[in-house]
């Protein structure tokens, strides 16, 4: 099972999911999955579709905003527009959880909602390191 990292209450972060992950996810009481990887980016990886399908199944909402590298201002104002959407808990997904963190941090701090020192705190607290992502 992939390890879901509490960064708020609302929201959560992951390296790649699978199908079995999101019917967890499901269980534990998220209603909102976003899949930050890119299509392709390893041989091994379900496909997005596949995510979506398991979501789709499970009763989630499910979005779709790939990020390759830096997440871009546009993603990240795309992820904090799906948090805000959701209507509960939200598990976003990359490979490693660092783009998802990293774009909804860039959202918050963008929309004024948390602190740069918050962020770091909560980032920190979930096992990664935002100091450099975020201005």
């Known amino acids: 099972m992939a390890d879901f990292r509490t960064v708020t209450d609302d929201f959560s972060v992951s390296p790649q999911l699978t199908s079995a992950d999101v019917a967890a996810a499901a269980a534990k009481g998220f209603t909102m999955i976003i899949n930050n ?3 392709g980016e390893a041989p091994d990886q379900p496909p997005g579709e596949t995510i979506a399908d398991a979501a789709r199944q499970a009763g989630l909402a499910y979005a779709y905003i790939p990020v390759v590298g830096r997440p871009t201002t546009e993603q990240a104002s795309a992820v904090q ?7 509960g808990r939200t598990l976003a997904f990359c490979r490693s959880g660092t783009r998802s963190i990293t774009a909804w941090a860039m959202g918050q701090a963008a929309a004024g909602l948390r602190s740069r020192a ?6 920190r607290a979930a096992g990664y390191d935002l100091a450099g992502a975020l201005p």
């Open 81 to 87: 527009s799906a948090t805000q959407a959701a209507r």
């Open 37 to 39: 990887r890119p299509d």
């Open 118 to 123: 918050e962020l770091i705190e909560l980032g």
